[in-house]
């Protein structure tokens, strides 16, 4: 149990915390249990406990918790002490100590003390982080394999435990368990036209945050930006006064990091992710040079690496990754020319392959976005913005098929102001409603399972459509981890 030094100064209306060795309970719970304790609250009127069943799947220590099925247990304990519940450890019984309520001063401010005090004849003990002496514990690899399967959304409550968990949480560890376990959550970056920062929305849109404003000169803020995620950096590349410079957010640490620049400073890219890496290709220099050069980011090491150049020179072009491969697709090459091909790099061998005619039936308009393209379930998804309608891509065959349209508006800008994106295994659209004119107003989001032999998909909205959010999507990642 924690220890505490008992504070002076207390409302004299607050109950002590009152420990006392009660020959009957600890012979009851030590003959049962092993070692044991209780802790009630001090509520005026208990509430009646459902029992519990304990797992019955047991570490090498013999750890179980849970509420407490015993009749003559809970009429004993509900009858000192209101709610309680126990937890207790099979192993030989050696001390037991009970503590009957927490006293409370002031507002979410608890003090404990224990029976050992008396016994050992201490009078008190000095805070300390955290002191679970009397208590096995678990061991830190234990620990962190726990911890890393807790739902992503309670992270922010973890640097509040002890500093063990803190420096934890802050050195990255626990996202790269997470990564080994297969343990992946999405979040959705989100930048749109009239705000000044980025928002964080969760899976299913039901909870936000604003990141921490990013530290760039206006020249930044004001221009172009491309971004896209790599682990748990949030990767933003951009104009400044002095240059293309890059500038990531760090999962682990909730800031934002100048660095480094890529070996060959960008924009107007193609860009995927996968795990930890992120792959840029294409694009276009400070001085409007189209380039078919491309670069792989580590986000473990938060280094560049130069892959080999693609066959094509390339800007406003599209990027995906599928069938563990690098897909760029489309775009413009330094003549103007619109480009139908795309191309795919191979890692293994480190390769390009040159893929024609994927956007051959393709409208293009004068002034259009680059391709909106998605990969769910290692197939390639496509938004055309003139008919706002989905297709599918078929591998085999290299035509596309019509899967009916997406309830937002993709032509009332050429594409742009639109995000389209792959979250899992559903496909992410956001834009202005079909049911309203193009106005600033009226973002909505939808998500569908999509699958590539059905007629028509169905679509879910998103409550986080509601809000007020400009519809006009100035950039928009997604983050698994």
Request: charged share 25%; glycine share 8%.
């Amino acid at each position: 149990m924690s220890k505490g030094k008992e504070l002076e100064g207390e409302d004299e209306e607050v109950e002590a915390c009152r420990n006392y060795c009660n020959t009957h309970k600890k012979g009851m719970l030590g003959g049962d249990l092993g070692n044991s304790f209780w802790i009630t609250s001090n509520s005026t009127q208990p509430k009646n406990l459902d029992a519990w069943e304990t797992n019955s799947k047991e570490d090498e220590r013999g750890y179980v918790i849970g509420y407490d099925n015993n009749p003559s247990k809970k009429a004993m304990l509900a009858e000192d002490s209101g709610n309680s519940f126990w937890i207790a450890c099979n192993t030989p019984p050696e001390t037991t100590i009970i503590c009957e309520t927490n006293r409370m001063e002031g507002v979410g401010r608890y003090v404990f003390s224990s029976i050992e005090d008396r016994v050992s004849g201490y009078s008190s003990v000095e805070p300390q982080d955290a002191d679970y002496s009397e208590v096995p514990r678990l061991s830190d690899e234990i620990e962190n394999q726990i911890l890393a399967r807790v739902p992503r959304s309670e992270y922010w409550k973890f640097p509040l435990v002890n500093k063990r968990i803190f420096s934890l949480m802050k050195s990255g560890e626990l996202f790269k368990i997470r990564r080994e376990l297969g343990v992946r959550e999405s979040s959705v970056f989100i930048f749109t036209t009239g705000d000044s920062g980025w928002w964080a929305f969760d899976r299913q849109f039901s909870s936000c945050r604003k990141l921490p404003d990013l530290p760039a000169d206006s020249c930044f803020s004001s221009g172009d930006r491309e971004s896209v995620c790599a682990g748990t950096h949030l990767i933003i590349s951009g104009r400044e006064i002095e240059g293309v410079v890059v500038w990531r957010y760090e999962l682990e640490t909730n800031s934002w990091r100048k660095g480094p620049s890529m070996i060959k400073p960008r924009c107007l890219f193609a860009s995927a992710s996968c795990g930890p890496f992120a792959f840029v290709a294409g694009g276009v220099t400070e001085a409007g040079a189209v380039l078919n050069s491309a670069e792989k980011y580590n986000s473990d090491t938060k280094t560049w690496e130069t892959l080999p150049t693609m066959q094509e020179k390339r800007r406003l072009c599209s990027g995906c990754y599928m069938d563990n491969k690098f897909y760029v697709i489309g775009g413009r090459n330094e003549k103007g020319r619109c480009l139908t091909c795309a191309e795919a790099y191979d890692e293994d061998q480190k390769t390009w392959e040159l893929i024609p005619d994927v956007l051959e039936d393709t409208p293009v308009a004068t002034f259009q976005s680059p391709p909106l393209v998605a990969v769910v379930n290692n197939e390639l998804y496509s938004l055309e913005t003139s008919s706002n309608g989905l297709k599918v891509y078929s591998k085999r065959s290299r035509t596309w098929r019509n899967l009916g349209p997406v309830p937002v508006r993709a032509d009332s800008s050429r594409g742009w102001g639109v995000a389209f994106k792959s979250l899992g295994n559903e496909l992410l659209v956001i834009g202005s409603s079909k049911s309203v004119s193009y106005s600033g107003d009226g973002m909505v989001m939808y998500t569908c399972c999509p699958d590539a032999e059905a007629e028509e998909l169905q679509w879910r909205p998103l409550e986080c459509g509601r809000n007020r959010l400009s519809n006009f999507i100035l950039n928009c990642s997604v983050m698994f981890a």
